[in-house]
């Protein structure tokens, strides 16, 4: 609390990253990472200009790919955000492509141009939402 005031003192959290092979810690907040069109398509394109290059051995990016995607992001939107946000994004469009690519291989569906949307059954969108539970 603030004791001249009498108002509480928000806390900022600490934020610890490993830039760089350092530890950093400090009270700065976190901001909340808004993806609109425009930072995805970014962000899409620079993650596979990391694949591309070869900064992705396994499921994810190396350190060496991240800290590239950090820095590209930053100074094409002015926005720095933690490597766990982008992490975070990374698994949300991976698992958003599962069920996207999904509903594309499924021979029981069609196509709504007009609305440019999928068409299926009830008994289809059930059985999709079970397995795809926590997709957008």
């Known amino acids: 609390m603030d004791s001249q005031q009498g108002n509480p003192t928000p806390s900022l959290p600490q934020v610890v990253s490993s830039r760089k092979g350092k530890q950093v810690s400090s009270a700065r907040p976190?901001?909340?990472?808004?993806?609109?069109?425009?930072?995805?398509?970014?962000?899409?394109?620079?993650?596979?200009e990391q694949v591309n290059k070869g900064e992705r051995p396994s499921t994810h990016l190396t350190i060496k790919g991240w800290e590239?995607?950090?820095?590209?992001?930053?100074?094409q939107?002015?926005?720095?955000?933690?490597?766990?946000?982008?992490?975070?994004h990374w698994d949300n469009t991976k698992?958003?492509?599962?069920?996207w690519h999904e509903?594309?291989?499924n021979t029981e569906l069609g196509w709504d141009h007009q609305k440019a949307t999928v068409i299926a059954d009830d008994e289809f969108w059930t059985n999709f939402a079970k397995v795809f539970k926590d997709c957008p």
Do not use: M, P
């Open 68 to 75: 590239a995607v950090l820095d590209g992001f930053e100074s």
């Open 30 to 48: 976190i901001r909340k990472a808004v993806w609109d069109s425009n930072k995805h398509t970014i962000f899409i394109d620079l993650c596979l």
């Open 95 to 99: 698992y958003s492509w599962k069920a």
């Open 77 to 88: 939107t002015g926005v720095r955000y933690e490597r766990n946000q982008l992490k975070n």
């Open 103 to 105: 509903l594309l291989n």
